[in-house]
Every structure is written in structure tokens, then in C-alpha cells.
T-cell receptor, first 114, second 115 residues
Framework: AQSVTQPDIHITVSEGASLELRCNYS??????LFWYVQSPGQGLQLLLK??????LVQGIKGFEAEFKRSQSSFNLRKPSVHWSDAAEYFC????????????FGGGTRLMVKP | NAGVTQTPKFQVLKTGQSMTLQCAQD?????MYWYRQDPGMGLRLIYYSASEGTTDKGEVPNGYNVSRLNKREFSLRLESAAPSQTSVYFC??????????????FGPGTRLLVL
């Protein structure tokens, strides 16, 4: 079965600083990969997803993520963080065949200092 | 469009009580899902409905039942609530249900406390 690890439970960055959130997955083949964001009191919103092709994917709100097969990683990055980016971020994986379930990591809570 | 709506937003139950969480979507999506979110564990799938008239178990179905009432509505029932079911419950929907490639759209969640 697939699994997802987000090693950092909490991260604090200053506004304007760069951000990288880590995600490592365990799966026998290349899975489908997702990043979701959850603002306080809200449901989850998809930031970006990777299925195949270019390993650097662009998402909404200025986020990008890079798939590295050799490291089984799919880290999320943003060059300059805004105060409104404070939220919880979830990495998720799905096997690359239909009929199976999405597996979420435990989440990383991002705080942004003014 | 309201997207995915959930009621109630917050509920307190006593152990052994029953309740139904309601979910509706107005995006004409075929597939709907129920997740629970617990601290440090991300979201775990309880049940899903790939299309109207079908339901399937997810990762953590014990203690829950679901009903896909029609294409718009997918309810989650706790027949006899237990403290271990204290959680935040999210409903989601996706367009076709042909696989996990699709974007899932989430509701705002229902926070449930079982005493």
C-alpha cells in the first residue's frame, strides 16, 4: 500500500521569504501526486497535481512542486510567502491505476511572521 | 454555485446517540466521498460513491453507514456514536469517478464531538 510522509509538522517563515514543504511517498511505481491547502475553518483546495511529463509543475497562488523519482519526493515551493499563505498543507498520493484510494500525509502547518 | 455544502457545521453527541451528516453538491458531479480528519493523520477515506446508486468502503468504514440519496446528496450516518469518532468530517465530490486523477472538491467540514 502507498504511504505519504510530511516530515515537518509545523513551519514558520517570515513574509517574503521562500518556502519549501517536504513530501516523501512510498509506492512501487510512479503515483499520481497532489498538494492541497486547508485554510482555517475551510475545506481542502487543490494547489497542484502531477501525473506524468514535466517533473516541475505549476499550481495556483504561485506555488510549484518538483517530482524527484530518485528521492521519492514531491516538495512544494514558493519563492516569496504572503501572510495569506498561512494554512495547513497536505500532500497526497494515488496509485496510477483506477479504483484505489487517495492517501494523505499528516499535514504541515505553515505560520507566516510579519 | 455553492459547490459542496455540509450540515451541520458543529455537533456534540453523547456516546450511543445517532446522527446523520448531510452533504450536497451542485456541480453535477458523479462521485462523492466522505473523509475524516484527525490531528497528525491527514484525511482518511470512510466511504465513497463512484456514481449514483453505488457505494464502497474506504480505509476506515467501521461504525459508519452511507446513503447516496440522489446525484446531489451523500449522507453519512453514525448509528451509535463513540468517542473515537470525534473528528472533523469532510465531504468531497469529483466529476467522473474514473480514478484518482480527478480533482476532488471539498466542503467546509463538520466538527463532531462525542462525549
Amino acid at each position: 500500500a502507498q504511504s505519504v510522509t510530511q516530515p515537518d509538522i509545523h513551519i514558520t517563515v517570515s513574509e517574503g521569504a521562500s518556502l519549501e514543504l517536504r513530501c516523501n511517498y512510498s509506492y512501487g511505481a510512479t503515483p499520481y501526486l497532489f498538494w492541497y491547502v486547508q485554510s482555517p475553518g475551510q475545506g481542502l483546495q487543490l494547489l497542484l497535481k502531477y501525473f506524468s511529463g514535466d517533473t516541475l509543475v505549476q499550481g495556483i497562488k504561485g506555488f510549484e512542486a518538483e517530482f524527484k523519482r530518485s528521492q521519492s519526493s514531491f516538495n512544494l515551493r514558493k519563492p516569496s510567502v504572503h501572510w495569506s499563505d498561512a494554512a495547513e498543507y497536505f500532500c497526497a498520493v494515488a496509485p496510477n491505476n483506477a479504483g484505489n484510494m487517495l492517501t494523505f500525509g499528516g499535514g504541515t502547518r505553515l505560520m507566516v511572521k510579519p | 454555485n455553492a459547490g459542496v455544502t455540509q450540515t451541520p457545521k458543529f455537533q456534540v453527541l453523547k456516546t450511543g446517540q445517532s446522527m446523520t451528516l448531510q452533504c450536497a453538491q451542485d456541480m453535477n458531479h458523479n462521485s462523492m466521498y466522505w473523509y475524516r480528519q484527525d490531528p497528525g493523520m491527514g484525511l482518511r477515506l470512510i466511504y465513497y460513491s463512484a456514481s449514483e446508486g453505488t457505494t464502497d468502503k474506504g480505509e476506515v468504514p467501521n461504525g459508519y453507514n452511507v446513503s447516496r440519496l440522489n446525484k446531489r446528496e451523500f449522507s453519512l450516518r453514525l448509528e451509535s456514536a463513540a468517542p473515537s469518532q470525534t473528528s472533523v468530517y469532510f465531504c468531497a465530490s469529483s466529476e467522473e469517478g474514473t480514478g484518482w486523477r480527478e480533482t476532488q472538491y471539498f466542503g467546509p467540514g463538520t466538527r463532531l464531538l462525542v462525549l
